[in-house]
Nanobody
């Protein structure tokens, strides 16, 4: 599976962005998926996750109520809608399988989100 993230941009605090992740391969549609982010000098962290059918989602406390994860399996695409962005949301955002380690797909190039105060 090859992953391509897009949609990142420079926005002011309080703004919104929509991220997309497209993938090749049928494995994308049968796995739980997640968005991760990595800020400068910090480790990559899971931000939001969604089950294979989209029926259940998970968010870290820092983004609850502001971010929404969704997926369109027919289009092999994962989304992250981000509202009320804060400077601390500044990071490179990646998509991948929802797991704690041992990712088998490799990582895409990510998409940069920068939130100015």
């Amino acid at each position: 599976v090859q992953l391509v993230e897009s949609g990142g941009d420079l926005v002011q605090a309080g703004g919104s962005l929509n991220l997309s992740c497209t993938a090749s391969g049928s494995a994308f549609t049968v796995n739980a998926l997640a968005w991760y982010r990595q800020a400068p000098r910090k480790e990559r962290e899971l931000v939001a996750a969604i089950t294979s059918g989209g029926g259940q989602t998970y968010y870290v406390d820092a983004v609850k109520g502001r971010f929404t994860i969704s997926r369109d399996n027919a289009k092999n695409t994962l989304f992250l809608h981000m509202n009320n962005l804060k400077p601390e949301d500044t990071a490179v955002y990646y998509c991948n399988e929802a797991r704690e380690s041992g990712w088998t797909w490799g990582w895409g190039q990510g998409t940069q989100v920068t939130v100015s105060s």
